[in-house]
């Protein structure tokens, strides 16, 4: 009788503990921008445009009401030490794009990159910004 009800109690144990091992998945990603003397810059705007890996289809997802895992959109200004944050819900091929106005003589600074969120991991992607004329990138996204 005893060795009958310590197999039992093995057995639900194992799987009260198995069943509460789980951690869902977290997908966060931290953008840096940087100035050309690598200063960190404020109140830049990052605005964040996603693709689809799961379904395979990597086009930019048009119209898409795109939001964080709080319900934040994906675009902000970047704090004084010139970062922002994003957390999502799975993984996905990501554009970054960062404009600022340049109070000196007029012009945008900005720059875009490409990231890859990655599982259970904050994916940390640096930018440098860049004049509008020296950017191989089209930076029509500041005038938006």
Do not use: R, W
């Not at 930019?60 to 704090?79: F, M, P, R």
């Not at 030490?81 to 994003?86: A, I, K, L, N």
Request: glycine share 2%.
């Amino acid at each position: 009788m005893f060795p009958q009800n310590l197999y039992k109690f093995l057995l639900i144990s194992i799987l009260c503990f198995s069943t509460q091992c789980y951690k869902a998945p977290f997908f966060e990603l931290t953008i840096k921008v940087l100035n050309q003397d690598l200063d960190p810059v404020k109140n830049v705007s990052i605005q964040i445009v996603a693709t689809d890996v799961e379904s395979g289809n990597l086009d930019v997802i048009e119209n898409a009401d795109l939001t964080d895992l709080d319900g934040n959109s994906l675009v902000c200004e970047t704090n004084s030490s010139g970062e922002c944050q994003f957390s999502f819900e799975k993984k996905a091929y990501l554009t970054v794009l960062a404009c600022i106005d340049s109070d000196e003589n007029d012009s945008s600074l900005c720059q875009e990159t490409y990231v890859y969120l990655k599982e259970d991991e904050n994916v940390i992607s640096t930018i440098m910004l860049v004049e509008h004329d020296n950017n191989d990138y089209n930076c029509s996204y500041c005038d938006e």
